[in-house]
Nanobody, 129 residues
Framework: QVQLVESGGGSVQSGGSLRLSCAVS????????MAWFRQLPGKEREGVAA???????RHADSVKGRFTISQDNAKSTLYLQMDSLKPEDTAMYYC???????????????????????WGQGTQVTVSS
């Protein structure tokens, strides 16, 4: 059974930093995408950053230069380093995973929520001005 468990959320002032972690277990695939999404109540889930099993990454324009996605395969953990946080980054953050074929690892559509079928329960990030 695949499980994704996020941690590391919290409250921080504008300009501060947080690092989110997502512990992944039971995920048997060697070729995949993993990603971070965020969502406000009543809003659609927004793709923040994605990483493929080949190490390539993609970040949304809204977070480029401030957020960095990474993974530690030995620890089966996905990370999102968030620096220079802004109040508009306030949201519930979710990690997600999807099996991909080796020929479909390009991250062109990797920030679309519909591409993922495994989700964590979310961790809240609140940035105050």
């Amino acid at each position: 059974q695949v499980q994704l468990v996020e941690s590391g959320g919290g409250s921080v002032q504008s300009g501060g930093s947080l690092r989110l972690s997502c512990a992944v277990s039971g995920f048997p695939y060697r070729t995949y995408w993993m990603a971070w999404f965020r969502q406000l109540p009543g809003k659609e889930r927004e793709g923040v950053a994605a990483i493929a099993s080949d190490g390539n990454t993609r970040h949304a324009d809204s977070v480029k230069g401030r957020f960095t996605i990474s993974q530690d395969n030995a620890k089966s953990t996905l990370y999102l380093q968030m620096d220079s946080l802004k109040p508009e980054d306030t949201a519930m953050y979710y990690c997600a995973a999807a099996q991909r074929s080796w020929w479909s690892l390009r991250l062109q559509s990797a920030l679309e929520a519909g591409q993922y079928n495994y989700w964590g329960q979310g961790t809240q990030v609140t940035v105050s001005s």
